[in-house]
């Protein structure tokens, strides 16, 4: 038991000795250099955080194959200048052939064949021209069959633009002359010929007419002479015809803005008669007039004036025709009239047209024969044949 004690005793010391030798050499030791630190506390700056756009997907890019446009050239530049052309003719009552078959002299003069020769000529030269008849184109030449071509047939085939009511058109009956109108390809006008005496039913064909050449605005208004005298014989007549003045003068009106070239087109008197204006009265009383065409009057010497302005009449049978050569400018965007130049043309040394002639050659033929076996009772011809209404 002492000897445990003693070990115990000397173990303690040997521990205290050692532990003092560890400190004296940790004091001969350097000390180790200390790191100067800002005292200053170290605060931390919280980082935003930065939202990161949205990067879409790149696709393949897609081709667009765009159509090859048309080339289109430039609009070429309205030319300023114009000329207008207008045919006329009158008072072919019905001579289809250069025959007088009534008066059964046989002279060889006019007729609708040779207003055709007259007709491909001035087309050749120009090919935009207007062709019109101012009234008469029926009447006095005999048809001799039912089945015959009836006159408008005729103005078809030459083509007419337009036809004005003459005083024979307006003897045949109503019901007839609308069903020849019907049939006519051109226009078909007259401003003051009404259906009923009180005018309640209005007129009985368009006032007026419009053509469109090459950008000019071509109006035509005509009137047909209102024959009192002959009226008051003719107690069955159908219609009211007015005084032309007057009613041209509402037709140019209902007009108004829609031309650029305003022609008249007639069948009537030079001057008045039985109290209505005459052809030189409308043109006196119508200034918005550029020149006029006439017939009714069978006349020769063609290129009558009022207010210095040309009436063209033309002589009956289609002895004459007549054209205009109208020169137009454009001035501030407006058609203007820069000149009128009439032409009468006597048609008595133009071959008939033979294309027209061998069409009709049996009917010429028939006629002939027809007259020739002696049966003469003209208005008993145009009765039964036309639906005439003279008694």
Same mark, same amino acid.
């Given at each position: 038991?002492?000897? *445990?004690?003693n +070990? +115990? ?8 000795v ?5 400190e !004296? ?17 170290? %605060? ?6 930065? !939202?990161?756009?949205? %990067? ?5 890019e897609?081709k667009v194959?765009?159509?090859?446009? $048309?080339?289109?050239?430039?609009k ?19 001579? +289809? ?9 046989? #002279? #060889?003069?006019?007729?609708f064949?040779?207003v055709? =020769? ?23 030449e ?10 408008v ?6 083509k007419?633009?337009? /036809? %004005?009511?003459?005083?024979?058109? *307006? ?9 020849e ?6 226009? @078909? ?15 009985? *064909? ?5 053509f469109?050449i090459?950008?000019?605005?071509? @109006?035509?208004t ?20 007015a005084?032309? *003045? ?16 305003? %022609? ?9 008669? #039985? ?7 409308? /043109?006196e ?15 020769? !010497? ?10 063209? @009449?033309?002589? @009956? ?8 050569? &109208?020169?137009? !400018?454009?001035?501030?965007q407006?058609? =203007? &009239?820069?000149?009128?130049? $009439? ?7 133009l ?10 050659e049996e009917?010429?033929?028939?006629? +002939? ?17 036309h ?5």
């Amino acid at each position: 038991m002492k000897n *445990l004690k003693n +070990i +115990i005793v000397l173990l303690l010391v040997f521990l205290v000795v050692g532990c003092s030798s560890v400190e !004296e050499r940790e004091d001969l030791v350097t000390p180790p250099v200390k790191e100067v630190v800002d005292e200053k506390p170290v %605060v931390e700056t919280p980082v935003e955080e930065v !939202e990161k756009p949205v %990067v879409e997907e790149e696709k393949p890019e897609e081709k667009v194959v765009e159509p090859v446009k $048309p080339v289109i050239p430039p609009k070429p530049k309205e030319n300023p200048k114009k000329e207008i052309v207008i045919v006329g003719t009158a008072d072919l009552h019905g001579r +289809i052939f250069p025959y007088k078959y009534k008066e059964f002299d046989r #002279d #060889d003069v006019g007729g609708f064949a040779r207003v055709a =020769t007259f007709v491909k000529k001035m087309r050749r030269k120009y090919p935009d021209m207007l062709l019109i008849d101012m009234g008469d184109a029926y009447f006095y030449e005999p048809f001799v069959k039912a089945d015959s071509p009836s006159v408008v047939g005729i103005l078809n085939d030459l083509k007419y633009d337009m /036809m %004005v009511m003459g005083n024979h058109e *307006l003897y045949m009956k109503n019901s007839y002359l609308m069903e020849e109108m019907g049939k006519f390809n051109g226009k @078909a006008i007259v401003n003051n010929v009404y259906k009923a005496k009180d005018h309640s039913e209005g007129i009985i *064909l368009p006032s007026y007419a419009i053509f469109n050449i090459d950008g000019v605005r071509v @109006a035509f208004t005509g009137s047909s002479i209102p024959q009192k005298g002959i009226r008051k014989i003719l107690l069955s007549y159908e219609y009211d015809i007015a005084d032309p *003045l007057l009613e041209t003068q509402r037709s140019v009106e209902e007009m108004e803005g829609k031309y650029d070239l305003l %022609v008249g087109a007639f069948h009537l008197n030079k001057f008045g008669q #039985d109290g209505d204006s005459g052809v030189v009265e409308v /043109m006196e009383g119508v200034p918005q007039f550029d020149f006029a065409f006439n017939g009714h009057e069978h006349v020769d !010497e063609g290129d009558w004036s009022a207010v210095g302005k040309h009436i063209i @009449a033309n002589n @009956a049978y289609g002895i004459t025709a007549s054209y205009a050569v &109208v020169k137009m !400018e454009l001035i501030n965007q407006k058609w =203007t &009239v820069k000149s009128i130049e $009439p032409h009468i043309v006597p048609l008595e040394n133009l071959e008939p047209d033979p294309e027209f002639m061998k069409k009709y050659e049996e009917l010429h033929q028939e006629t +002939i024969d027809y007259v020739d076996s002696g049966f003469h009772n003209w208005e008993k011809i145009y009765h039964k044949l036309h639906q005439y209404i003279i008694p």
